[in-house]
């Protein structure tokens, strides 16, 4: 248990819990996890607190889908992530949080609404011109660097090249995997949201994501393909609309 009472540290775990859930397949609710640790831990100590448990959710998934990844959209989207990445490590410091915050959520629900409609339309070509890639990989970079919410831009892009399930969370955990880890020095030197006590906190809610990830592997093996695009798309929409309260 940790020094935040009760009320808060139920909130904490439930979090975990969500983000366990996550990693094993359940996309999109990545912004109530950010939102309810915010709330717990403050904006800024909450993103260090997430990093170790993002990782290990991370593992699992790699682990778990590993005959499932497919490398080619990993290396048409992981350059423009890092690229993302730096510029969230410098812009981070400038950008107020009302900008960053209404300017993601008009972009993601942007982004779902066309998601909708090449969802229905007869013909589903398959978006091949470098800019969605290039402009998917940095938003989804500088999104995860500032907020850890770089999901609705990855969920986006891996819908439009219509990946099967399995693929999509497959692809979807190495990809994460790696640009986690490329974070990782810069919440320890450069923001220093990665401490002694911000660990201590993280390896208390590990228990939670363990628990969520078993879960999620459960769920995600009860949805059928068609059924998993539109739960995803759902969700992408709620997190966009979510962050506007947060």
């Known amino acids: 248990m940790t020094d935040i009472g009760l009320f808060n ?20 609710i990545a912004s109530l996890i950010v939102t ?26 790699i682990t778990y889908y590993k005959r499932h990844v497919q490398k080619e959209y990993i290396i048409k989207l992981l350059p423009w992530m890092v690229f993302g990445v730096l ?3 410098v812009g981070g410091k400038y950008i107020t949080e009302d900008l960053f915050k209404y300017g ?21 070509t398959i978006p091949s011109h470098w800019t969605f890639a290039s402009s998917m990989g940095l938003l989804a970079g500088f999104t995860t660097m500032i ?32 640009i986690n880890s490329f974070k990782v020095p810069f919440h320890i030197w450069s923001w220093e949201t990665i401490n002694s006590n911000s660990i201590r906190i993280s390896l208390q809610l590990v228990p939670f994501v363990i628990i969520g990830l078993i879960a999620g592997v459960f769920l995600v093996k009860k949805i059928e393909n ?11 929409a709620v997190g966009g609309i979510a962050i506007l309260f947060n």
């Not at 969920?155 to 692809?171: D, E, S, V």
């Open 36 to 61: 309810g640790l915010a709330l717990v831990y403050g904006a800024k100590n909450s993103t260090g607190i997430l990093m170790p448990l993002l990782l290990v959710g991370d593992v699992f998934a």
């Open 9 to 28: 540290f139920t909130i904490a775990a439930s979090c975990a819990f969500l983000l366990g859930v996550s990693k094993s397949g359940i996309k999109g």
């Open 87 to 89: 510029a969230g490590v």
């Open 226 to 236: 068609d059924s998993y695009r539109k739960l995803i798309l759902l969700f992408t």
């Open 147 to 178: 907020g850890n919410l770089a999901g609705a831009f990855s969920n986006i892009y891996f819908l439009a090249m219509r990946l099967p399930k399995n693929n999509f969370i497959g692809t979807a955990a190495w990809l994460f995997f790696l």
């Open 104 to 124: 993601m959520a008009i972009i993601i629900l942007f982004s779902v609404g066309l998601m909708y409609y090449w969802e229905n339309k007869k013909d589903k």
